[in-house]
């Protein structure tokens, strides 16, 4: 006989159009800042660092609401494409591109370290310096949990035999290095790509390498190219990586693609890894957007694995609005104190023409399904004369939320942040206030359960069974129209004949989606 034990829960309603509910706060306005990334410290949420193009960092000392500005300086040169990271003793750092006096464009990672919350960098370091090879946009990871590797931090990037080269002998590649000694040395690059791209900067180069870290220290990262949208992990720090990498996706229409309105765009992957103690735990994600839907209907995906990236799902659409319209700039991260997974995109489905907003899409459920709200206060139309760079930014920790993006603001680019918390977004923590609960069986011969949901209005609602990579299976309710109050639904897993296994009950209407785990034993 299968034992079913069902996860219970509450049905609450959400609106996907939020206009102006979070203060947004600008960070910059008056130095041409593009290409952003920012970073809450994980010791004290009060500091927050970020940066943008070319040279300009940011700290804030009260969780965002107000921000200081200044310029990064390094002997190794800085050039852009900034990460922020924070180790768990709360130093910040600042990894970018370099132009040296003494040395070539690009030729070199470079690491800058903060010790006070972000107001003062030191001189750095670099890894990656190959005679006049290029070394480009390049991002890292840092290992948070209790493994033995704790407090590492991993680089994955791109060199180019020579960018923009047109040589069909010269070719783009994926390197790695680690550092275990809080960036003060680094361990001579390593190529995890076999792969190997060309050098346009395009659909078949090797680009977009963002590495994350796994529960008990494993090393993961995907990146975009010639054979679409590929994976490796390392077991040991990046001291070994598997053979071959692994695709894990096609991306139709390719990475780099044209948004009106945008002078250059791309749909590089993101990666990320829940290591939290939700249910989740171990899960890995890859964000990305493509044009899989046509050229006017750009849209944000994700795949995810919970095996380790042996296997993976189909493509999962972030963005929850109606076909036709754009979805660009995404980038992912998780909230590690719960599992709850977070996209930020520009997204046009409220405009006509190139007018864009930015939203941002929370999960409570692993990736299965996701929650869309608008967060900031006014649309703006960007021009192609003035570069963005090629990406936003986002960081989530214990609840508080602090995405960065850039606007054209009369004819200035401008970069802000939304003062946010979980707690804001009109959805419950589903993991956190409910557990598992065994439910006696009413027949001991056949395989029935009672579970009951609270609906806070009237509301049409579909209950589906789907596995646990989202796939539907069996339908319980299609568009059933339900009077507010507590419901009840009868299941029999023996009716469907359900294998053993662990699969998704989804109750969801035109405002929510919230899905719980059953497992029948």
Known sequence: MKKIIFLSYLFAAFSTKVKAQFANIIIDSTHAPEEVSICINPKNSSQIAAGANIKNYYFSQDTGKTWQHDYLHSKNGVWGDPCLLADSSGNFYFVHLSYPFMGNWIDRIVCQKSIDGGKEYDNGTYTGLNGKKNQDKAWGAIDMTNSIYKNNIYLTWTQFDKYASTNKQDSSVILFSRSNDAGKTWTYPHRISEQAGDCLDGDSTDEGAVPCVGPTGQVYVAW???????????????????????????????????????????????????????????????????????????????????????????????????????????????????????????????????????????????????????????????DAATFFGDYIGLSVDNGIIRPIWMQLNKGHLTIFTALMNDNMLGLPNIQNKFSAVELPQKNSDTDIVDFSFELPEDDSVNLDVKTIFGKKIIHLYQNKFLEKGKHEFVFNAKKYFLKQGVYLISLSSKNTNIQKKIVIL
């Open 224 to 382: 975009a190219g010639p054979l679409g949208l590929v994976f490796n992990k390392s077991y040991d720090a990046g001291k070994t990586w598997l053979p071959h990498e692994k695709i894990i996706s096609d991306i139709p229409g390719g990475w780099d693609y044209d948004i009106s309105g945008i002078d250059r765009s791309n749909g590089l992957p993101i990666t990320a890894c829940d290591v939290s103690n939700s249910i989740y735990r171990g899960t890995i994600y890859v964000n990305w957007t493509d044009q899989r839907n046509g050229n006017t209907d750009t849209d944000v995906w994700i795949v995810k694995s919970s095996d380790g990236g042996e296997t993976w799902s189909s493509p999962i659409r972030v963005n929850n609005d109606k076909p036709s319209k754009q979805q660009f700039f995404t980038w992912m991260t998780i909230d590690q104190s719960n599992g709850n997974v977070y996209c930020i995109f520009y997204d046009r489905r409220e405009h006509g023409g190139d007018t864009t907003d930015v939203y941002m899409a929370r999960s409570t459920d692993g990736g299965n399904t996701f929650s869309n709200f608008k967060i900031n206060a006014t649309s703006f139309v960007p």
